[in-house]
């Protein structure tokens, strides 16, 4: 059931009239039934992942609080995190490892004959365990005491706006909302239908329309790449992952803050940074939080010597990555990010005048785009053909003018909408303007969706990780 489909359009307003009518327990109940309809409306067979899940973590937790001694807790714990470990690395890497080790073995002319099973990955395990998981590693610290409420936690488990591609909440955060009576405010019904506009028309309008583009030309013949071509879909696929992920960010607060819950800011102007090293603080904030606070600080984070502080930051990095898919292109793609990351970790410097900021952002930029590829690429042999590409240097022709032209109009107002955010420090692009002008921006937006979508519902980047 996508965001962007008629039938979730209606599942929605279904719930929604009815969740603004009943009392708070009754609406807790019927969010975790909604939740769990839009979670096995994939595949029912997923649901009991994620009810194994659930209840694996609740009593974890509960026997983490209650232990008197500490050996006690960790064995709690690490039956916490093994287990969801296991269910995501059977579920997502099982086949990426088997093959893998095959294809080693091949190289010494040894020819294995492994199992390989036919697995189908569940859409979202990647979130809902790291939220999971998180929820005991936290008792543990310290840091929360667990919910006695099975209910309340099994929603915070499966909260349908956010339970496919996050942003993937912190307990101490989503909990607190879930146990208290929700009020919803006029301010919040109207940030949460404008994040909603703004989700739709970044996924629809800009994602979609630009999705076109960059299927050609990651879909190229090797023979006729070159320069701007390549070029051409790094930038454009820049646009589109921002466009797709971002929107169903933006949708997915919006629908929870008309349910009268906050979910946090997944990204910041991502593509305004002027250092490589801080792309990972504007974009998909929750994940890299996460990998912060439960892999890299644990390593040792900075507290060690330089040389160990940029061995941290490359592992949490290149894990980071494989946690985006099981292919090597992810594993590349994680190591070129922790590769920029110890690099430029110690050539951070503030802007002052606009131009060396421009100037700044657009070589960030260039980067970022680079790293773009990486991740869209569906080889290390396709890695290497458009890299290859870029060497080969010629005139831009008419068509590749057109198709730089095409991108620009269709992503000019996501850029437009990052700079007003990091100008003015708005949670909603433009929300500072007269009346006026936002009745004008938001019909321009709808009158996008309607009229210039891109046809069909197109799933989410995010949704295979």
Partial sequence: MLFNSNIFIVF???VYTIYRTVSHKKQNILLLISSYIFYGFWDYRFLSLILISTIIDFFCGQHIADADSKKAKKKWLLLSVCCNLGILGFFKYFNFFVDSLQQLLQTFDVHPAFLRLEIVLPVGISFYTFQTMSYAIDIYRGKLQPTRSFLNFAVFVAYFPQLVAGPIERAARLIPQIESVRKISRSQIKSGLCLIVWGYFKKVYVADNIAVLVNQIFSMEPSALSFWYVLLGCYAFAFQIYGDFSGYSDIARGISKLLGIELMINFASPYFVTNPADFWTHWHISLSSWLRDYLYIPLGGNRVSEIRTKINLFTTMVLGGL???????FVWWGIYQGSLLMFFRSRRKKYTSVLSFVVMCFVTFQFTALGWLIFRAQSGQQILEMLWGLTILEIPSIDI????????????FVIGEQYDKLRNNNEIAFSSYSIVTQYCIYFYLIFCILFLAAPGAEQFIYFQF
């Fill in 12 to 14: 929605f307003l279904i």
């Fill in 323 to 329: 946690w985006h898919g099981a292919a090597w292109n």
């Fill in 401 to 412: 003018i057109t198709k730089f032209l095409g991108l620009v109009f269709f992503s000019f």
